[in-house]
């Protein structure tokens, strides 16, 4: 199989689920046939987010996933002039995770004043993959709006709703599943449990419940 390298961009905002972006990041780099090189943003909040939930003062591509470092490009949050801010950088697209509501109001509203924002706008205009792992709750009339017109522009909204249909003990469970769905949007392969056929096979007859219940 081919080893050039799939190039996707993921950026860190301030939305609750540090956990994701790091369990996201850690899965794409471990990636193989074809690698996955990783072009990393982080918001001020992202940072600060980081820092608070995962203990992670010092945010590289080191602290984030380790061996992995080596296939995570970082760019500054407000380097508008770097190689993503322009559509001739070929990307096969980009993730928010988590995306709060502010960003996802930036990019519906369709500003580009720092690197997150203008990287969705080249995303969008270019008819690349954009996904948006919004977190928050409850939702507003504004933020449905926003999701609406991101979604109107070819964006996906993917709200981090973990199912419990693979009947999760952890944490972890529940992050893979959202990560999972995440990687299969990009057609990243990946071992994380989170097939309905694996749960189904899985689950014995007196495991199931009563048809109608």
């Not at 940072?47 to 945010?59: M, N, T, W």
């Not at 490009?73 to 697209?93: H, I, K, N, P, Q």
């Not at 933020?143 to 249909?165: E, I, Q, S, W």
Request: aromatic share 4%; charged share 20%.
């Amino acid at each position: 199989m081919s080893r050039e390298p799939r190039h996707i961009v993921v950026a860190i905002t301030g939305a609750s689920g540090a956990v994701y972006a790091r369990r996201l990041l850690e899965v794409m780099t471990a990636a193989e046939n074809p690698p996955v090189q990783v072009h990393l943003i982080v918001s001020p909040l992202g940072r600060q987010l980081l820092a608070e939930e995962l203990g992670i003062h010092r945010v590289s591509p080191a602290s984030l996933v380790g061996a992995g470092a080596e296939r995570v490009t970082m760019y500054g949050y407000r380097d508008v002039g770097c190689v993503l801010a322009s559509g001739s950088f070929l990307t096969e697209g980009m993730i928010v995770c988590p995306c709060s509501s502010n960003t996802l109001a930036a990019i519906a509203a369709g500003l580009g004043d720092n690197l997150i924002t203008r990287a969705a706008q080249v995303t969008l205009k270019e008819r690349r993959r954009l996904v948006l792992l919004h977190r928050e709750m409850p939702l507003s009339a504004i933020d449905l709006r926003n999701m609406l017109r991101v979604c109107r522009a070819g964006g996906v909204v993917c709200p981090a709703a973990p199912g419990f249909y693979m009947m999760p003990r952890t944490i972890d469970d529940l992050v893979d599943f959202v990560v999972g769905k995440l990687l299969d949007l990009f057609g990243v392969p990946h071992a994380l449990h989170t097939r309905w056929s694996q749960a189904h096979i899985r689950m014995s007859r007196s495991d199931r419940p009563a048809a109608g219940l």
